[in-house]
């Protein structure tokens, strides 16, 4: 075989083995850290629960949610890789939504992009430490705690589709002061 035929072989091998680029951010399937990455222009590698460390020094960090800032869960029994997500609205002083991937499952697989999800700050001093975030396999906040380092704050302006052009304002709420109350009436994706 000659080297020009060895070399498009080569090239077509190399392209079906790339991962397949996203049309846009919402047609994203994988794990959280890339799609952060992506939605919020802060380029941080590694797991989840590392990035608030790694983001010292770097960016800009915080107890006060901003649209486009990257909420770091921490490692925890339930997440031992922690989770990180950025906020794409903000509702009140203890409710946002979160544009993320690989949380909740979409006719049972994982890791398919989520936008405008609810979450609502459970701690005690209103600091973000403590939140719950809604599920889209129980319809609802459900009842896990999640430990939260902070806000790592990106440099730019979010991604353009980092939220809808009408999110369900008051199906966050409802979501967050009514547990069970809006379950199966929220629209998601």
């Given amino acids: 075989m000659k080297r020009s035929s060895l070399a498009i072989i080569a090239a077509c091998a190399c392209a079906l083995a790339a991962p ?3 049309r846009s951010l919402l047609d994203y399937v994988g794990q ?3 799609f952060a990455r992506q939605a919020s222009g802060i380029q941080i590698y590694g797991d989840a629960w590392t990035w608030w460390d790694q983001a010292q020094d770097r960016y800009n960090r915080g ?3 901003r649209v486009g800032s990257v909420i770091a869960f921490a490692r925890q029994a339930r997440l031992p890789l922690g989770h990180v ?3 794409s609205r903000i509702v009140e002083s ?3 939504m979160l544009t993320h ?9 994982r890791g398919h992009a989520e936008q405008d999800v609810t979450v609502f700050d459970v701690s005690k001093d209103n600091d973000w430490s403590e939140v719950k975030v809604w599920f889209r396999d129980s319809n609802g906040l459900g009842g896990t705690v999640y430990k939260v380092h902070g806000f790592i704050y990106a440099p730019g302006r979010p991604h353009e589709n980092l939220t809808s052009t009408s999110p369900d304002y008051v199906g966050a709420l409802i979501d967050a ?4 109350a809006g379950a199966g009436s929220r629209s998601v994706r």
Wanted: hydrophobic share 45%; glycine share 8%; with cysteine.
């Fill in 101 to 109: 991937a690989n949380w909740s499952r979409f006719d049972g697989e």
């Fill in 85 to 87: 997500a950025v906020v």
């Fill in 94 to 96: 203890r409710v946002l």
């Fill in 32 to 34: 959280c850290v890339p």
């Fill in 177 to 180: 002061y009514v547990p069970g």
């Fill in 20 to 22: 397949a680029q996203a």
């Fill in 63 to 65: 107890e006060q949610p």
